[in-house]
């Protein structure tokens, strides 16, 4: 008799390099939690060793499949999100590395908290060392996601059943920005939350998409800030108002000095020199 798995593990493979494909791949069947199918997808790639490497693997959890053409990684994403059978969806990229108790620790987390549709974690680049915090709360990260990504997308896991009862997934227009997207188009949906400890290790390297795709990233990103400022109003005057620091400086008392930065953007202003009756530093992020 057939048992579905609890998780699904989505990772599409284009052209990956073999010591980072295999670091992938090992991570993920190295997890301390192991009720999972590893889907992984070649999406049509042109290097013949891609397949080679896979193929090498021979884990019965892992499900091979082969694009006949490249569908780019939306249409990739959205493929391997319509074969999965588990009721979680384990984001990963094919050139990174998930710490071995991530998904133990994200499992338990959606378990507990059926509310929750979308659990991440931080994250440490490597091979030079940076660690990449994300907020915790709903709140907080519903709030960020105003003006850039809240989540580590492929350190994140999500609750299938909000994405298909929904009718959300990757949008191509939006790429190669589509996973910042996937999270702005949840957000009336579901609740969000960031396990605050690193599970994950982000590679970075010259090929990285947002060293070879920058343009398109500041496009996708723009036209995400329009549709989440339209639908998400409240929200995103909230978000803008989080975002500017205010500090004012004063002598004997009087403010003459105004130093406002706003998305690292600073502004500095003189005051009237008239004494206020109350002054006080604003201090919102």
Do not use: C
């Amino acid at each position: 008799m057939f048992k579905k798995p609890k998780v699904s593990v989505l990772m599409p493979v284009y052209n990956t390099k073999e010591a980072y494909l295999r670091t992938a791949i090992e991570s993920i069947l190295k997890q301390t939690f192991n009720d999972f199918e590893f889907l992984i997808m070649n999406d049509n790639s042109t290097d013949e060793n891609v397949e080679k490497v896979i193929r090498s693997y021979k884990d019965k959890r892992i499900v091979y499949s082969k694009n006949t053409k490249n569908l780019g990684i939306s249409g990739a994403r959205n493929k391997l999100i319509d074969m999965a059978k588990g009721d979680y969806l384990a984001v990963m990229d094919h050139d990174d590395e998930s710490l071995p108790d991530r998904f133990e620790k994200q499992v338990k987390f959606l378990d507990a908290h059926p509310d929750v549709g979308v659990v991440g974690s931080w994250a440490e680049t490597f091979p030079v060392k940076r660690l990449i915090k994300q907020p915790e709360t709903d709140e907080k990260i519903k709030e960020k996601t105003m003006v850039g990504a809240a989540l580590v997308h492929p350190a994140s896991m999500i609750r299938k059943k909000v994405l298909t009862d929904n009718k959300i997934g990757y949008e191509n227009v939006f790429s190669p920005a589509e996973d910042y997207a996937l999270w702005a188009r949840l957000i009336p949906f579901t609740k969000f939350h960031n396990l605050q400890e690193v599970l994950f290790h982000y590679r970075e390297h010259q090929t990285n998409t947002f060293r070879v795709q920058n343009k398109k990233i500041k496009e996708g990103t723009a036209m995400i800030h329009a549709f989440v400022r339209r639908e998400n109003p409240q929200l995103w005057e909230r978000a803008q108002a989080l975002m500017t620091h205010v500090t004012r400086v004063s002598f004997l008392g009087v403010p003459f000095l105004t130093i406002r930065t706003h998305n690292h953007k600073t502004k500095v202003s003189l005051f009237k020199i008239i004494p206020l009756l109350s002054w006080r530093d604003k201090n919102t992020l």
